[in-house]
């Protein structure tokens, strides 16, 4: 950009100080076109430590405001909204009349109609930017996976199962994860996976599931500890203000069946309730194959097996997509344009994927080129979640055509009160 892009982090708690590391990342690359001029929460300590934050790390201190109407005077053009979900659809709707651009941490909004509500929001302002920082999908293992699949390399997919199994009965990072009214881990965690699932198979169209809440009592390890369900170290200091347990009553177990309009089927289970030996898998099966995923975010390789001998394993599936290339930006950031694996902490991971996801606002906004995950991708990765959430309390399998309309919407009637 030939100026910078004045910005607003909304949200100051740990989610906004992570965020931060994602501007960071890129002024260390030299690839900053973003300006940080404030820093917006209504709990004064939180913008002032988000600025100080930025003053250390930036070399540039942003103003703490309280408030959205208080950016006008600031002459901010953009913001990331890392504040609870159950806000985002006013502060989304309140930026759009301000003439401001938005990032907004997923999900999108907390329900489906309030995450509606936003995309009308979008479709009243057509000439502001709505990005959903939905950063799996961003990984380039996953980038390969999506090159492997369009190559055919595993010929039509039929059958993914996508299952995660940990977490016994600690806190989850937060307090309000557990908390059906404020998201809820399925959803809050979910929706990278029903994101995921859409990117490498396209449109889910109907799921069925069935819910539980296994662990009636969770314990907060991080109040003494500081860094269990701590990424990037950057939870501490609320998680020692949160009880050291507590009674959740967010479900925290999810398993279901999902069908895709291509007719292929997903296999789904997300256990957060998890004890003993740790379960994280992705596998997918095709005509001709199948393909075993990793872990997102951790850079492992992946394999491609096929019964007629011409699967691969590490370096050798890039032959498998002679034509792979990553993003000049991402190729910039990871360490090279044809990656099959890397190695690299957590924290690194995570700013380079977050600035990918600035970089694509700020690209948007200059140049008027639509971003990658909008409103209603948005909007239709939370429902992939709410649908096999709806379809626990339906007792049947439902489409994502009643979730997306509230023909089925159940689950979520006491939160969209809430709301």
């Known amino acids: 950009m030939s100026t910078s892009l004045r910005l607003a982090i909304v949200g100051c708690g740990g989610m906004g100080h992570r965020h931060l590391m994602g501007l960071v990342e890129l002024q260390q690359q ?6 940080l001029v404030a820093a917006c929460d209504p709990v004064a300590e939180n913008a002032e430590s988000l600025a100080r934050l930025a003053q250390q790390e930036l070399g540039a201190e942003p103003v703490p405001v309280p408030d959205l109407a208080s950016l006008a005077a600031h002459g901010v053009q953009a913001i990331d909204i890392t504040s609870p979900p159950a806000l985002h659809h006013h502060l989304i709707a309140e930026a759009a009349d301000m003439g401001i651009h938005v990032m907004t941490e997923k999900p999108v909004g907390l329900t489906v109609a309030s995450s509606l509500a936003i995309c009308e929001t979008a479709r009243s302002h057509p000439d502001i930017v709505i990005s959903v920082a939905e950063n799996y999908r961003r990984d380039p293992i996953n980038r390969l996976a999506r090159a492997l699949l369009d190559a ?3 010929g039509a997919p039929r059958l993914l199962q996508m299952n995660s199994v940990s977490g016994q009965n600690t806190m989850l990072i937060t307090l309000w994860r557990h908390m059906r009214r404020l998201g809820g881990i399925l959803v809050d965690m979910g929706v990278h996976y029903g994101d995921m699932l859409e990117y490498l198979l ?15 009592e969770r314990v907060n390890l991080g109040k003494s500890e500081g860094i269990l369900g701590n990424p990037g170290g950057f939870y501490a200091k609320w998680q020692a203000d949160m009880p050291e347990r507590f009674e959740p009553d967010a479900e925290d ?5 999902l069908n895709f309009e291509s007719g292929a089927v997903a296999q789904y289970t997300e256990d957060h309730a998890g004890w003993g030996q740790p379960l994280w898998e992705r596998t997918i099966f095709g005509s001709e194959g199948s393909m075993d995923l990793t872990e997102d975010r951790h850079g492992q390789p992946l394999t491609v097996h096929r019964t007629d001998g011409h699967g691969a394993a590490g370096a050798a599936v890039l032959d498998l997509v002679p034509d792979f290339r990553l993003d000049p930006l991402t190729a910039q950031l990871f360490g090279g344009n044809r990656l099959w694996t890397y190695e690299m902490d957590f924290t690194f991971v995570d700013r380079k994927l977050l600035a990918l996801e600035y970089a694509e606002l700020a690209h948007a906004v200059e140049t008027g080129q639509p971003v990658e995950v909008d409103s209603m991708q948005g909007t239709r990765a939370l429902a992939v979640i709410y649908g ?23 689950y979520q009637r006491e939160i969209n009160a809430s709301l």
């Open 202 to 216: 396209g449109p889910v169209v109907s799921m069925y599931g069935q819910v539980r809440l296994h662990e009636k």
């Open 388 to 410: 096999l959430l709806e379809s626990a309390v339906e007792g049947r399998l439902v489409t994502m055509d009643e979730v997306l309309s509230g023909k089925v919407s159940e």
């Open 30 to 35: 030299g690839l900053l076109t973003l300006d």
């Open 253 to 257: 177990a999810l398993y279901g069946l």
């Open 152 to 154: 055919g390399a595993i």
